[in-house]
C-alpha cells in the first residue's frame, strides 16, 4: 500500500458505517473549556452538542460527540474556540505520548536525527489514523506532508474550522516532542470555503 494510500475507519463488514474515535477529543476540550470558560458555559455547549454524560476515557467513543462539541463551541465562542482547540489539540498530544506511545519508542524518536524521526512517526500515526479522523480519510505525503478528507464522510454540515486547526495543534506538539523543536504544523487555507479535505505541512524553524 502507498504513503498516499486513503486510511478510512474499521467497521464490520456490512454493519452500517458509524465512525469511532478516541475519547480525548472531546475529554481535553471540555477541560479547556471548564477552565478558560468555567463550568457553566461548559456545561451550556455539552448541552446543545447532546453530550449529557462525558466519556470515561476508557473506551471509544461516536466521532459525532467531537463534531458536534466543536460546532457548537465555534456558535457560542465564536473567536475563543480557535484558542480552546489549539490548546486542547497539544494536550491530547501529551495524552497520546505519555500513555499510548511505548516508553521505548518515545526514547528512540527523541534520539534520532528529525529525518529519520519524522518518517518513522508519520508512519505509526498513519497506521493509527482511524482513532482520529473518525469517518475521515488520512492521506500522507510523506513524513512532512498530509490531507484530512471529509468527501466521503456524509457529515450533515461541515465541520468548523477550529476542528481543523485541533489536528494542526495535536501535530505540532507531536513533533515538537518527538521529532525536533522547532516543528509547526500548519493547514493550508484551501480554494473554496466549505471544501471538505483540508492540506497541512509540518516546518521547522
Not at 467497521?11 to 474515535?21: D, F, K, S, T, V
Not at 479522523?133 to 490531507?147: E, M, N, S
Not at 525536533?180 to 504544523?185: A, F, I, L, V
Amino acid at each position: 500500500m502507498s504513503s498516499e494510500a486513503r486510511i478510512l475507519p474499521r467497521r464490520r463488514p456490512g454493519a452500517p458505517q458509524r465512525a469511532l474515535i478516541g475519547p480525548n477529543a472531546v475529554l481535553q476540550a471540555v477541560r479547556v473549556m471548564e477552565e478558560r470558560l468555567g463550568r457553566a458555559a461548559t456545561r451550556a455547549v455539552l448541552v446543545d452538542a447532546q453530550i449529557h454524560v462525558l466519556p470515561t476515557g476508557e473506551h471509544m467513543i461516536p466521532e459525532v460527540q467531537a463534531l458536534r462539541l466543536h460546532r457548537w463551541l465555534a456558535l457560542h465562542e465564536p473567536l475563543g474556540c480557535f484558542t480552546i482547540a489549539e490548546e486542547a489539540g497539544a494536550r491530547t498530544a501529551d495524552y497520546i505520548i505519555a500513555t499510548r506511545i511505548p516508553k521505548a519508542a518515545v526514547w528512540l524518536l527523541r534520539r534520532l536525527p528529525a529525518l529519520l524521526a519524522a518518517p518513522v512517526l508519520m508512519a505509526a500515526i498513519r497506521k493509527h489514523a482511524w482513532t482520529f479522523v473518525g469517518a475521515g480519510a488520512f492521506l500522507p505525503q510523506g513524513a512532512w506532508r498530509f490531507t484530512i478528507d471529509r468527501s466521503e464522510a456524509h457529515d450533515t454540515m461541515m465541520p468548523p474550522d477550529s476542528l481543523f486547526l485541533w489536528y494542526a495543534a495535536v501535530f505540532t506538539r507531536l513533533y515538537c516532542e518527538l521529532v525536533s523543536r522547532d516543528c509547526t504544523c500548519r493547514m493550508i487555507e484551501p480554494d473554496a470555503p466549505c471544501e471538505p479535505s483540508r492540506s497541512y505541512r509540518i516546518d521547522r524553524g
